[in-house]
């Protein structure tokens, strides 16, 4: 994976949602993604290595997107943000696919997919730690299936070996690592474009995974050459396309059935993998994987809360759009606030609603309550006697209107 699945920014204009196409979207990413495990064996098995391969799949996958960066032409990051970006490449992400592609080289595909997709629970967990999030129920029994997922993968047979145990640790770095980079472009400004910041990501974790590759003397050429076609493929068919289905299929149906759709990535690695190799899981394993996609709808399941009915209450339910006078809302476009018939109570004067102070003309200064008062009666005064005037007239009829205007 190489995207996150993040909600559109409240103040982005709305577009017309077809949700079978968005699926179909998200479902072509998923698949993209999870193909990455096959073509990566092949990859190996045509002479690649893993810093040389994925320097290549992050320098053909960079150009691309910069590409449809520029055909787009977004604002592009500056500052604080854009070492953020460069950081999250460089470190982050760089980290994260070192230590997944390292996995598949010693232990099953489907295994490493299933263990790095503990990663939601982890940035649960850091996002609890970091009180981003409380601890409810709905976390604590994504957390429980989770955590008992892993126990099942973990404590089945067919792990074993020291060759396995370190592509286990390897699986569950690149879970942690991912977790991290999750949680840090969670801070990231809503406002980026996804195909920017995807661009400045896989750069800058080309560059760290070339300059790694350069200092460790572990860059070479493969000993087949058929086999940059499979770097090709990963490069195209499990960055470049899975990242523009998920973020066009997320504007369709959301993000968050968005990422419940995405756990179908294992799912595809799980079946790629027995088709072509034959990897088979055991039943324990197959029940653990089976826990930690759930802990990922679990996460992802929202609980509606009950709306008060309008005859009842007295009010009326309006969208929150409506009735913010510009005030940002936090729920903006997910809820409704309620608006009531009577007059709002205003607190702290002018300068809370906004209000402009009446201004006299110069010379002239406050009036006293007595002068106001006057003001006032003379006013409403004249408007009764306008409005008798107005009723003689409709009594008299158009000819009256007539000779007047004669």
Known sequence: MTTTVSAAPAAAPSVPRNVRRGTLLCLVSAAGFGMSAVFAKQAYAAGFNVPTMLAGRFTIASVLLWAVVAWRRPK??????????VGLGAVGYALQAGFYFGALARIDASLTALLLYAYPGLVTVLAIALRRER???RRVAALACSALGLLLMLGAGGVGGSAATGGVLL???AAVAYALYLTVSDGLPRDLDLFVVTAIVC?????SLAVFGAATGSLH???????WWWVLAIAVCSTVIPIAGMFFGVRDVGASTAAILSCAEPAVTVASTALVYGERLSPLQAAGGVAVLASVAVLQLRRRRPRPAPAATGQVD???AAVSCGVPSEHAGEETASETTSAPRRR????????RPLRRPAGHGPRAVGEHRAARGLRVGRSAREAAHAGADAERGPAHRRGAGG
């Open 76 to 85: 592009l990051p500056t500052g604080r943000t854009l070492a953020a970006c």
């Open 221 to 227: 050429a493969p000993a087949d050459a058929s086999g």
């Open 171 to 173: 699986a569950l770095g």
């Open 135 to 137: 601890p409810d129920r």
């Open 318 to 320: 309006v969208p929150v």
């Open 203 to 207: 750069t800058s974790a080309a560059a």
């Open 348 to 355: 702290g004067g002018a300068a809370r609603w906004r209000l």
